[in-house]
């Protein structure tokens, strides 16, 4: 597997990533997924949630969707 080579430009100079930029942005990426999962646990528990509601109130979705508007 061949790895991205990245590099920083500060005015005219380009250089390559120094090893703590590159351990920085594996950190960031790993972060950005991390959150990304949470939210996607928070978003389907609030799904299980509404669908365990609606059902302890003995309502369909449509049957919400028509009393709310």
Excluded: C, W
């Excluded at 990426?29 to 299980?48: G, M, N, P, S, V």
């Amino acid at each position: 597997m061949t790895t991205e080579k990245l590099y920083h430009q500060e005015g005219e100079e380009v250089r390559e990533y120094t090893e703590a930029e590159y351990a920085q942005n594996a950190k960031d990426i790993a972060d950005a997924l991390k959150a990304e999962t949470i939210k996607a646990e928070a978003e389907a528990q609030a799904a299980i949630d509404k669908a365990a509601l609606l059902a302890k109130l003995g309502l369909t979705a449509d049957e919400l969707k028509t009393l709310l508007s």
